[in-house]
């Protein structure tokens, strides 16, 4: 793993933050060409760039604290901590999602017309931030005998959950661990490709949209049997797998069966 990066001999940053600032970087621009494809005044897509990005990393942590609540309890300066750690991903796409519902309305746009542009750029953006998580070793998976196991380095924070787990002989040594960060990169890259493609060739607007929920929904609910999560309750884990992605599966299949039912206008 390469929890920092090199940029000059001197000078090091994090591996995790620069790719967070990267895939940020990454929407930005996406959500700039996409208002500016449909012609929205450039001062609006500036303001709806800004405030999307800030409300998906409040999201994030608002799932996050839910998640774990009496960390946050115990440490309520997490709540509003400028650091880059202590996200939940679902939670920053569901409170963008219904900011961009909120504007769509405003500018008086079809929601679908954006959302549908977009949710391939946020794929993309995903996997560029789960790169960062894999390189910094964060976001781990749990041990696995597998060929295609992750190596962990020692005294790392998946070397210290082993540690934690009881197994003496993990204290010297280290086992190897699921990738779950690029399992979860294969599921952005699936949801990506395929909204993509019903967006070109289907031409009911919506479908693209739950498409790619469905589909990153369903990865993510996979690798959440294969991702560590130490210091998660019984409570949390249920909340973070059957609940979250549960809820929007259904809800993404029930949005495509009514989407095809009122046959909404071609793009």
Request: with cysteine.
């Amino acid at each position: 793993m390469y929890p920092e990066i090199s940029i000059t001999q001197d000078v090091t940053i994090g591996s995790y933050r620069l790719f967070g600032v990267l895939a940020a970087g990454y929407m930005s621009v996406s959500v700039f060409y996409v208002f500016n494809r449909l012609g929205i005044d450039i001062t609006k897509i500036f303001l709806v760039a800004i405030a999307s990005m800030i409300l998906f990393f409040i999201g994030s942590r608002l799932l996050f604290s839910i998640l774990y609540f009496s960390m946050v309890k115990e440490s309520p300066e997490m709540l509003y901590s400028l650091r880059l750690s202590g996200f939940s991903l679902h939670g920053g796409l569901i409170l963008s999602g219904l900011f961009f519902y909120y504007i769509s309305k405003k500018m008086k746009l079809n929601f679908f017309q954006i959302t549908d542009r977009i949710v391939p750029h946020v794929g993309i953006a995903i996997v560029i931030m789960r790169i960062g998580c894999f390189l910094n070793g964060c976001c781990y998976g749990k041990p696995t005998s597998l060929p295609w196991g992750a190596p962990v380095a020692f005294l790392s924070q998946a070397h210290l959950a082993q540690v934690d787990s009881g197994n003496l002989f993990s204290i010297l040594s280290t086992s190897y661990v699921h990738p779950t960060q690029i399992y979860e990169m294969l599921a952005a890259l699936t949801a990506v490709l395929i909204s993509w493609y019903i967006f070109k060739n289907v031409g009911i607007r919506g479908v693209a949209t739950f498409v790619f929920c469905f589909v990153f929904s369903l990865g993510r609910f996979i690798t959440f049997f294969y991702r560590d999560f130490p210091v998660a309750s019984e409570v949390s884990n249920f909340v973070r797998g059957p609940v979250v992605y549960g809820v929007v599966m259904v809800g993404s299949i029930v949005g495509v069966c009514i989407l095809y039912n009122r046959r909404e206008s071609q793009y």
